[in-house]
């Protein structure tokens, strides 16, 4: 059905590992000539596990309902850049609140397959928040190693709520990854960080699921942090065409932000890995890592699509935000809206065709990060509780 290969040489390992000994990563290679697949792209009963003849797993899986997430058509974004036809897919209405869920389902179930009793990831926020609530539906214990101080609050709540244990480290994402390895290699606990070759075979269906609804887009726009979900996606689409089912890849194009973007700065200099950023910083938490562990891997799904990899400050970042909220209507966490302000910003370059399809991938809920919605947007104004202090207040705002 599949086997566990090094993306760098080549060699076959067992499903309970991470990396090679050479120091690659490891990638699931489904047997597609040996696959049955029992699904068409026709646009009904769209979910993750509606894929299934195509993931690596046998049991039936732990879900929760995942996938199958909006896929706005944004028309206002449209008009502003001059791009004829942009779609938004809202990963933040997964059951948890990110994509995160659609590496979840798949790693907990094969963490289930394998006989684990307890599993661990390195977070920053949306990892550890989707791990939790699927460890606690399997009936597993969880473990989560977060950067003291640089977790958004809503994401800590959630891994909390859903019965993980939670400890914040003195360091940053890189550290608490570096230390959660040993750990789990130490005591046995199955890893559940992007590193782990089962993960990104969940987060792939979200180019299934674009194919399904919409056939397959000239250009996929997502932010990249630990870089597991642009190659993830740059797979999916792989697998289409290598199957038959498509004959096109998009274009894969990722953002990072300007204080953490060792991808970018290796894709400008035409490299194909990354020198780390060993203080990365930027409000959108949920990609500030220094040091991607799929660098490697996003940067080849950029270089074979012919893609592009931009950054954008924080400005933009709240900016585009805010654009989604107020003109859209969809409310994202900032690192969500790094697409959507990388996309704004390319078009405005000319970097981007006019005719083009493209897709924004928004990863994570507004409601993951309420700290920054008040910071940026101001608290709620208070007024007495009367008609006439009411009135003049809309007539103050407006």
Known sequence: M??????????EWGDDHYTCE???????????????????????????????????????PVSLGEGGTPLYRAERLEKETGIRRIYIKHEGLNPSGSFKDRGMTVGVTKAMELGKRAVACASTGNTSASMAMYAAKAGMRAYVLLPAGKVALGKVAQALMHGAKVIAIKGNFDDALRIVREVCE??????????NPFRPE????????????????????????????????????????????????PKMTGIQAEGAAP??????????????VKNPET??????IGNPVNARKALKAVYDTKGLVEIVSDDEIIAAQKFLAAREGIGVEPASAASVAGLRKLAERGDISPDETVVCVVTGNLLKDPETVVRVCGEPVSVEASMEAVLNSIYNLV
């Open 2 to 11: 599949y086997s566990l290969k090094c993306i760098e040489c080549g060699k």
């Open 22 to 60: 050479c120091g690659g990563l490891l990638e699931v290679r489904m047997n597609l000539d040996e696959i049955e697949v029992d699904f068409k792209l026709d646009g009904n009963n769209i979910t993750v596990w509606k894929y299934k003849s195509l993931l690596p797993v046998k049991m039936d």
């Open 186 to 195: 130490k005591e046995g606990l199955y890893l559940l960080n992007s590193v």
């Open 202 to 249: 969940g987060q792939k269906t979200i180019a299934y699921e674009v194919a399904d609804e919409i056939g397959v887009p000239d250009r996929v726009c997502l932010p990249v942090g630990n870089a597991g979900n642009i190659s993830a996606i740059y797979k999916g689409f792989r697998e289409l065409v290598e199957i038959g089912l498509t004959e096109s890849m």
């Open 263 to 276: 991808i970018y700065r290796a894709f400008v200099e035409g490299k194909d890995d990354v020198t780390p």
């Open 283 to 288: 409000i959108a938490t949920a990609i500030r």
